[in-house]
Every structure is written in structure tokens, then in C-alpha cells.
């Protein structure tokens, strides 16, 4: 009766079944680590926003990586913005996914190491190698409040970080890379520049440029996201259980179609009115 399960047809959907099963479960347990991991972050996240500011740095140092706990951390810190050597990171979007550039101005502390500050967002201009004009940062010495942030990597963005760019443009904000532009170009302070990066929060620019940053929990792309994947994962455990039962589904019409089928040819052997 099930010999038809030895045929090409039969064969190839079973293999192709059996292969589904432990790719869905695979794909559920895959969002269900992408939900724990954006729980964790979240609460980083949450205590790192609560938390009093503190110098930059008491959390990273020359050549030095920043903490995952530290993420969005607020800190201070005191010097002066050198707008000789400032840097426009390419293809970044504001809130209402315009295209444009971040700021990168490398802020002195008065040790003399130097900060990567991320200033805010422009709006791209026409040409896109000749360096936009970029409205100047509180002048003098100042104390400025911002968020840390970890180096930007190819891996962790999905950024590719092309090369041969228009000058002083870049794709990523990783401190090695920049620092190593920066001493290019002939900045001699740029050999001590701390690990990660701040996103500014304060002094507020004149005039509402650059654009400062939004804080993650104001950003659209968070919302939601402790919902998303943990359905997600639900919904691919689902499919695999759905695999095997449309399997048999599928096979016992096959068997049902293949007795009538048998029955009509007997009947119409012996001569007899088919069944319906």
C-alpha cells in the first residue's frame, strides 16, 4: 500500500521534510537568543541612562575597548574641540530616515588625549566628496556630557567599511582606524585617543545643528523589540511540528487517491460502473 513512498516524488518530500525540522528549530532557538540578547541589552541600557555621569576616563582608556555594561553610559568630560581634524561619517540617518552624516570632532582632553565626540547628524549635501559645511562647536575650553559608545566594527554594524573615500570622510567610528587617519593627516595628539566614542547630549548645538543623537529608548527601531523575536520563535517551532503532520497529510491522500484510483480500474476490468 505505501510503495508509492519509495518513488522519486515521495523521496525527494521527505527528504526535504526531514531537513526542514531541525532547520525551523534551529531558526526558533536562533530568535529566541536574538530576544534574550536584546532583554540584556535593554537593561544595560536602562541602568546606564540612570546612572550619574562620570569621566570618560574612569571607563576606557588609550587603545582600550568599552565594556559592554558600559554601553550608554553618561560621562564627562573637560578639554576643547579641534575642528581641524574633524570627520563626517557617511550614509547615517536621522529620525526620519534622511540620509545624511554624522559629526566626529575629536575633543582634547586637557591631558592631552583626545575623545572621538559623535556631534549629531547633518543633512547630506550634493556633492558627495566635497566636505559639506558643518556648524561649529562651543568654542574655548568646556565641559561636555555625552554617551559611550563601543568602536564601530564591520561585524557588529553590517557596515562595510569601503576605502578611497573623499577626505575626511569615513564609514565606521572606530578609534584605531580614526586615530590612525587622524596622525595621517598630522595631528599629533591623535596618538592617544581613547577607546569607543561619545554621542553628545550637552552643550546643545546653536541652532539645533548637527542634530544630537536620540537616546535609544527614543528611538523607533527599539520599540517593541522584547516582542519581536520571541514570537518569532514560537511561530518557527510551529512550523517544524506542521512539517511531519502535512507529511502524513499529504501521504495518506496520496493513498486514498491511488485506492480509488485501483477500484475504478477493477471495476472497469470486470466490467462493472465505476464507484464513485
Known amino acids: 500500500m505505501y510503495r508509492f513512498l519509495l518513488t522519486r516524488q515521495w523521496v525527494i518530500i521527505t527528504i526535504v521534510a526531514i531537513a526542514l525540522i531541525p532547520t525551523m528549530i534551529w531558526l526558533g532557538f536562533w530568535q529566541l537568543h536574538r530576544h534574550d540578547h536584546r532583554q540584556a541589552l535593554n537593561k544595560v ?7 550619574k555621569p562620570v569621566p570618560v576616563e574612569t571607563l576606557t582608556s588609550v587603545g582600550g575597548a568599552v565594556a559592554h555594561d558600559d554601553l550608554y553610559r553618561r560621562v564627562t568630560a573637560k578639554g576643547h574641540f579641534d575642528t581641524d581634524h574633524e570627520l563626517v561619517v557617511r550614509r547615517r540617518t536621522n529620525a526620519d530616515d534622511q540620509v545624511g552624516y554624522h559629526v566626529v570632532t575629536p575633543f582634547v582632553l586637557d591631558d592631552g588625549r583626545t ?14 566628496t566635497a566636505f559639506p559645511k558643518i556648524p561649529a562647536p562651543a568654542a574655548g575650553e568646556i565641559t561636555l556630557t555625552g554617551r559611550l559608545m563601543q568602536d564601530e566594527t564591520t561585524a557588529a554594524s553590517g557596515i562595510k567599511n569601503v576605502k578611497g573615500l573623499p577626505d575626511r570622510q569615513i564609514m565606521l567610528i572606530n578609534s584605531k582606524q580614526v586615530g590612525a ?24 548645538p546653536k541652532n539645533g545643528s548637527p542634530q544630537l543623537l536620540p537616546s535609544p529608548k527614543e528611538d523607533s527601531s527599539w520599540i517593541g523589540v522584547d516582542d519581536i ?14 512539517v511531519p503532520v502535512g507529511w ?7 493513498l486514498r487517491e491511488r485506492a480509488t484510483a485501483e477500484q475504478e480500474k477493477a471495476a472497469e ?8
Open 45 to 51: 541600557i536602562t541602568a546606564s541612562l540612570a546612572a
Open 115 to 128: 575623545l572621538l565626540v559623535n556631534r549629531g547628524w547633518i543633512p547630506a549635501p550634493a556633492s558627495q
Open 181 to 204: 587617519l587622524l596622525r595621517d593627516s598630522g595631528d599629533t595628539s591623535a596618538k592617544d585617543v581613547l577607546g569607543g566614542y561619545v554621542e553628545l547630549l550637552s552643550p546643545a
Open 229 to 242: 523575536n520571541l514570537p518569532y520563535a514560537v511561530q518557527w517551532w510551529l512550523f517544524a511540528a506542521c
Open 248 to 254: 502524513l497529510i499529504l501521504a495518506r491522500r496520496e
Open 269 to 276: 476490468q470486470e466490467g462493472e460502473p465505476a464507484a464513485v
